[in-house]
């Protein structure tokens, strides 16, 4: 029996189209984007292509598209970049308690070397209030950095309404848009967004690589300092296979992202509508305005490792935010901040969904996850 | 007619059999290695043994090697890690005038920060006088950060003997190994070597990865914060397919290291030899403790770019210093370093060797050259 694959918010596979695209880059048409003979050239263009169809999906211009080697890196990039070259100014960061660990552990860091952070609180949904963030403001923020979609639950963010308190008080605004790009529609203009985080292996493009828009305007230091590649804010021999896979994934995606929103949203709703007829099955996460793939529930008296052990076994791939399956052994923040107890977060399961997913994976799971919990109840030591 | 390529410096193709191994890894084994079912196991696997690979050449532990996005990355985390942990113990770092960019430009932005940094001068080869390191060393000094060979003129340091003086003074010694790796023996414990940066595009390998290894004794604060992937020293999904083609490149490369490193002298010595009988063409380097692929030359009355783009023509592949090839358009800081005046590092010109150049590639180059250079300097502005 084939896997049915419902982690696509971890990773996705590499689409074919993709792969293709890539391909030639590897063995052929292998130059170095800094050389000046012709095979050097031909990877410059290509370089440029890809930025340019990148630019276009979030309404920027291309010379504000700096590929990096990740999400992970882009997120380091904006905060760290911009809180040393702005220090004189201030020393002030406001991000959430919901953000990714590229930008928690990485505030936490600069909290070290002297800078100020305020971690602004969600509701219950994983919603931050704008007010929050306008109050949070003081002559010394450099910059606020919140994510467009939560990567556990879900939950979309009210960008547009941040990034214009941001631009009243002319602060840098900052988005993780890595669980968001190519699901949601995002405009840096209509959202007054100075800079934001992208990933490629989010979107069935190679892992390795990922994007920051930089707004020309802002004013922000390399993280990787060397050749001045990517108009000197990326040093680092341009990953070229890797780049060009990217922007392939995003043109695909891009293309056909409301209708294939609307697809999953329907299976998204299916599987909560029959999950939260499961006996003590907590929905988290906002009930309407969250990610079109993902899928977030606790269960009491289940421990996640296990049901996702299980799930395994019967061919499902999911995801726990349950503490044994982080590095940290840790309950998730993002779980904390929304109100669950150690023990709920404990239980936790994540669906995310991806483009290859048919309703039939949908009903499989309907069929097999009650028996899986029950079963598991049954043997639980927290009952 | 084919190209013949003689920048392997700059960049290689990924080998036929790197990529087939890489090939699984995107679209069907694309599982993330921090994810508990099979799929993820499968990654996490391929991690590890990739990891076991490396270690094995350097003579290191499989837990001492950090995968990155590349050379560039590596000497960052390594030189900004070590700077950022110690701080409270010192503020000096020690390197030379002749290191990457990476190295070079890292340093400059961390005297931004407070740090202090002696860049130690090298003789007319290229070559540091390790008693120079030595009397450099103040009881501020962190880290010591010298190149094993370099990347314009190919001279190879001795490591072992700096390594040492490092040793007993009980400071970090680092070493970018970008250049050397798989092309002449490196080995972390008789040399020393506390921190080592290598990359997977400069041996056949995919752009976008490289290492850092780094013995466990090292205080070091991680340069990407998020996740805490590779020990916590490197956040970041890993990027498998990418980490697999270097662990594979590099376990092709090293296994032929020795025969494959005089059959490339051999070709070397032919070509400067050939070279030297240019009228007015200058050797640049050491003549003999430099990397087996390396030959650099500069030539009276010549531009280099001009000479890149004549030889292009003739379907070669080169490499010039030249001020105009840099996007900074300074003088290349090596050949400075080495003595040479601007108008002179202007007229540069480097040929690197890889595994599928043959005799008739240089007998090509020595027949072609000399017309090439008579007839620039028959138009040059600089006679």
């Given amino acids: ?45 290509a370089l440029n292509r890809s930025r340019k169809t990148i630019a276009r999906i979030i309404n920027a211009r291309a010379n ?17 970049g911009i809180a040393f070259a702005n220090k004189d100014k201030g020393n002030h960061i406001i991000t959430s308690k919901i953000e990714h660990k590229a930008i928690i552990n990485t505030c936490k860091w600069l909290e070290k070397q002297g800078f100020k952070v305020t971690y602004v609180s969600v509701d ?6 704008p007010e929050d963030i306008e109050r949070a403001i003081t002559n010394k923020t450099i910059i606020v950095s919140i994510m467009q979609a939560n990567n556990e639950i879900g939950t979309i ?6 990034g214009k308190i941001c631009r009243k008080h002319k602060i840098y605004f900052h988005t993780d848009a890595v669980q ?13 967004i100075d800079i934001l985080s992208a990933s490629s292996h989010k979107i069935y493009g190679p892992k390795g690589v990922g994007m920051l828009y930089i707004n020309r305007k802002v004013n922000i230091d390399p993280l990787l300092h060397g050749g001045n590649h990517e108009y000197g804010m990326r040093s680092g021999t341009e990953n070229i296979a890797g780049i060009v896979g990217f922007a ?30 499961i006996k003590d099955a ?23 490792e296990a ?49 290859d997913n048919k309703e039939q994976d949908i009903d499989y799971v309907i069929e097999v996850l009650p028996k899986i919990i029950k079963s598991l109840r049954r043997i639980s030591p927290f009952k």
Same sequence: chains 1, 2.
């Fill in 1 to 45: 029996m084939k896997k049915i694959y419902l982690d696509h918010a971890a990773t996705t596979p590499v689409a074919k189209e993709v792969l293709e695209t890539m391909k030639p880059y590897f063995s052929e048409k292998f130059g170095n984007a800094s050389t000046l003979y012709s095979i050097g050239k031909e990877a410059k263009e």
């Fill in 64 to 80: 504000e598209i700096i590929f990096t080697s990740g999400g992970t890196e882009s997120d380091n990039l904006a905060i760290k």
């Fill in 124 to 129: 219950k949904n994983g919603l931050i209030n």
């Fill in 157 to 162: 963010q009210n960008l547009a309404e941040i």
């Fill in 180 to 192: 968001s790009f190519c699901k949601i529609p995002i405009n840096v203009k209509s959202m007054y």
């Fill in 248 to 277: 392939k994934a995003a043109e695909i995606i891009s293309q056909n992202m409301k209708k294939e929103g609307e697809r999953q949203i329907k299976l998204r709703d299916k599987l909560i509508t029959e999950v939260n007829k």
């Fill in 282 to 304: 907590h929905f988290n996460g906002h009930p309407t305005q969250r990610l079109p793939n993902n899928i977030n529930f606790w269960f009491k008296g289940v421990e996640g």
């Fill in 307 to 355: 049901l996702l052990f299980r799930l395994d076994g019967k061919n499902i791939c999911a995801s726990t935010q349950s503490a044994c399956s982080s590095y940290e052994l840790k309950p998730s923040h993002v779980l904390t901040a929304i109100g669950l107890a150690a023990e709920q977060s404990h239980g936790s399961l994540r669906f995310t969904l991806g483009k």
